[in-house]
């Protein structure tokens, strides 16, 4: 499990929510979702990586069990933090992300 403090709450089922608790996914996850990132490979074998904030946003609501609708509340920063916990279940670390 993994947890995403917001710096602003959200509503979620009614109810003001300042945390999401994320449950980690499974292959059948993955299936469902796809990745939340493209790997691209350049004609040098340069390797970038594009991330997929729908994707991303498709995983907070599934694992964490709250409306897609939420997440449309969420700051900036809060997003970087779901962007980051996400990549993570995936093995793609942090300082990775902020390039």
Do not use: W
Not at 30 to 55: F, S
């Amino acid at each position: 499990m993994a947890s995403i403090k917001l710096s602003k709450p959200i509503k979620a089922h009614g109810e003001e929510i300042s945390e999401i608790e994320l449950r980690e996914p499974t292959g059948a996850d993955v299936m469902e979702l796809g990745y939340p990132y493209l790997l691209i490979i350049g004609e040098d074998d340069a390797q970038a990586m594009e991330l997929r904030p729908k994707v991303v946003c498709r995983y907070v609501a599934k694992l964490g069990k709250i409306p897609p609708s939420s997440l449309n509340e969420v700051s900036p920063a809060d997003f970087g933090q779901m962007t980051g916990v996400v990549m993570g279940f995936f093995g793609v670390e942090a300082e990775t992300l902020k390039g």
